[in-house]
Each structure stands twice: as C-alpha cells, then as structure tokens.
C-alpha cells in the first residue's frame, strides 16, 4: 500500500525555523511530482509547494517564497521543506501529497492522489 508519512512538525515561536520531512513507500516515490499543503483550523486546505522527481522546477504560494525550500532525496525516498521566519498565521497540519498533476491543477488538491497524516506546526507569537 502507497503511503506518505510526515514528521519534523512542532512548537516554534515567531520567526523560528522547522524542516518537514515526507517519506514514501517505494511505490508512491515512483509518482511524478510531490508537494506540501497545508490546513489551519477552520479553513480550507491550500497549496504550499511542489516538485517534480526529476528535474530542478519548483513552485510555491506567493506568501512564501524566499523563506520556504522545498528539496527531495530520491535514494531516501524522502522530500523536505524547510521552512524560515515563520509566522503565527502559518500554524497548520502539512501535508505532503504525490501525484501526476497536469501544469493547471499541481497547486490544487486535485492533482494528487496519495495524502500523508499530516504534521502539526503550531507558530506562537
């Protein structure tokens, strides 16, 4: 069975760094494209990154560029997001997902097909 499991979440303070890490059954590695998503309480979940397996193209929600990185390590089958400066406003379960996502739908939940369990990150001021 394809899976995808999360970690590296916590209790950070305003401004602090965390380094997500998703790592997949062979099966799901072997997909196309990963990405992380994310969901605060009470809102919908919304796009955070993405990467291809192959290749150097990566994507990210305008709020975060500059202070997110989304990386992969095929041999470990294993895709990161290090995240700086976080904010208050980006406490969230992330999600890491797979899939084979057409150019218009890799920033949409739609577009992947495996989801992981999630990993809290809860940012206080």
């Known amino acids: 069975q394809v899976q995808l499991v999360e970690s590296g979440g916590g209790t950070v303070l305003t401004g602090a760094s965390l380094n997500l890490s998703c790592t997949a059954s062979?099966?799901?590695?072997?997909?196309?494209?990963l990405a992380w998503f994310r969901q605060a309480p009470g809102k919908e979940r919304e796009f955070v990154a993405t990467?291809?397996?192959?290749?150097?193209?990566?994507w990210y929600r305008d709020s975060v560029k500059g202070r997110f990185t989304v990386s992969r390590d095929n041999p470990k089958n294993t895709v990161y997001l290090q995240m700086n400066s976080l904010t208050p406003e980006e406490t969230a379960s992330y999600y890491c997902?797979?899939?084979?996502?057409?150019?218009?739908?890799?920033?949409?939940?739609?577009?992947?097909?495996?989801w992981g369990q999630g990993t809290q990150v809860t940012v206080s001021s």
């Open positions: 997902a797979d899939g084979n996502p057409i150019l218009s739908s890799q920033r949409t939940e739609g577009g992947y097909r495996v």
């Open positions: 062979k099966e799901a590695y072997n997909s196309y494209q």
């Open positions: 990467l291809k397996r192959h290749g150097t193209n990566t």
